[in-house]
Every structure is written in C-alpha cells, then in structure tokens.
C-alpha cells in the first residue's frame, strides 16, 4: 500500500522563486526522505529526517517533518532550471524496518 | 554516478522470452531492493534482499524471479510477462536493513522494459 502522497502533483514556478513540496503519511515512521528523479532516470537522495526532528537544511533544500500532522515539506529556495525534476518522499515505516515506501512524486517544472 | 549499476538500460522482449536484468554495487552495501515504477504510478517495491537472503517479496508474480548470488549481484529473471509488467525497474541499495533505516538508498539509471 502506498505509505507517502505528495502534493501538488505538478508545480510550475518561475526560475529563482521558492517551489514547496508536501508529503502525507499514514502510520508511524522511523524517517523520511525525499529524493529526486530526472526523466526516466534513477532516484538520487536528498535529504533524510529522523522522526525526532522538525527541521533540517542542506544548502537550498528545507525539510520540515510534523509527526503529529504525519506530514513533511520539502522547500526549494531560489529554484534554477537544473531544479526541473518530480520529487519523492519515502518513508520507512516503525513496523517494516526495510519497507522504503515511496509516494507518487510532485513533477517541478522551472521555467527559466 | 551513484555507484549502482544497471543493466541493459533498455529492453524490448516478446511474451515469449526469456531475459534477466543485472544489478551490480560495489558499495559495500548489504541490501539490496528491485522496485517497479510505472507510469503515473508510486514506485512499487518487489524484493528486498539483505547479505544475499530474500526478506521480502511483495506479493510479486511468479514470472518475475529474483537472484541474488552475493552481496554486490542482483538479478531479476524475466518469463511469460504480460505487457502491463512494461516500466522503468529500478534497482537500489543500501548499507544495511534494521530496526533504524537510517541510511539512504542508492539508486541505479534503471532499465526500461517494454514486453511487445
């Protein structure tokens, strides 16, 4: 079943405004991760968040994790062009120690 | 370049056939994961391998065979499939499956598959 849903399902900003990312659980998690998919390629990581965390950075990306909302953010600052890819958040849920469940991914379009 | 290697990256088979996919890491991870990603769909994960035992298969049919002989190697045997099994399988690895999954999965490029 599917654990993460991320929304919106498709974004369209303007190179060098901010594009924000959400993403839904359902049961309790261990951690969250959003990684990102150019098209047709392999997922690369971006960023993990522990369950007992809030908030976490790393250079342009803010993560913030809500664990009584079951809900994440991902924010893009100051987006480029290169940022044009669908995005993903994966959980690993308490119950399945190697379950990295992915959502249906938001499709970030940048126009230069 | 995220150290996971796939392989062929495209693949066009018949109903008929018979072909493998090839995973290959040498990361020194110990897990090991074939996911299914379809179009305008989540990604599905299929089997998990850990130190080259099966820990989950997902309710995945039996014409998709999973085989993983050591700990870098995973492969995916192909038979009889339907042409809905066509999409993008992804291939990933991680340093180690446990009660904390805190490590990230490393993906390959995938291989798209279309059954003709």
């Known amino acids: 079943s599917q654990q993460g849903e991320e929304d919106p399902q498709a974004l369209s900003i303007q190179e060098g405004e901010n594009a924000t990312m959400n993403c839904s659980y359902k049961?309790?998690?261990?951690?969250l991760q959003w990684y990102r998919q150019n098209s047709g390629r392999g997922l690369v990581h971006l960023i993990l968040?522990?369950?007992?965390?809030r908030e976490k950075h790393s250079g342009r990306l803010r993560v913030t994790l809500d664990t009584s909302k079951k809900s994440s953010s991902l924010l893009i600052t100051a987006s480029r062009a290169a940022d044009t890819a669908s995005y993903f958040c994966a959980t690993v849920r308490m119950d399945s120690s190697y379950k990295l469940i992915f959502g249906s991914g938001t499709r970030l379009l940048v126009r230069p | 370049e995220t150290g996971v290697t796939q392989t062929p990256r495209h693949l066009v088979m018949g109903m008929t056939n018979k072909k493998s996919l090839k995973c290959e890491q040498h990361l020194g991870h110990n897990a090991m994961y074939w996911y299914k990603q379809s179009a305008k769909k989540p990604l599905e994960l299929m089997f998990v391998?850990?130190?080259?035992?099966?820990?989950e298969n997902n309710s995945v049919p039996s014409r998709f065979s999973p085989e993983c002989p050591n700990s870098s190697h995973l492969f995916l045997h192909l038979h009889t499939l339907q042409p809905e099994d066509s999409a993008l399988y992804l291939c990933a690895s991680s340093q180690d499956l446990g009660e904390e999954l805190n490590t990230e999965a490393f993906f390959g490029q995938g291989t798209r598959l279309t059954v003709v």
């Open positions: 968040i522990r369950s007992n965390e």
């Open positions: 391998y850990s130190l080259e035992e099966r820990v």
């Open positions: 049961t309790s998690i261990n951690n």
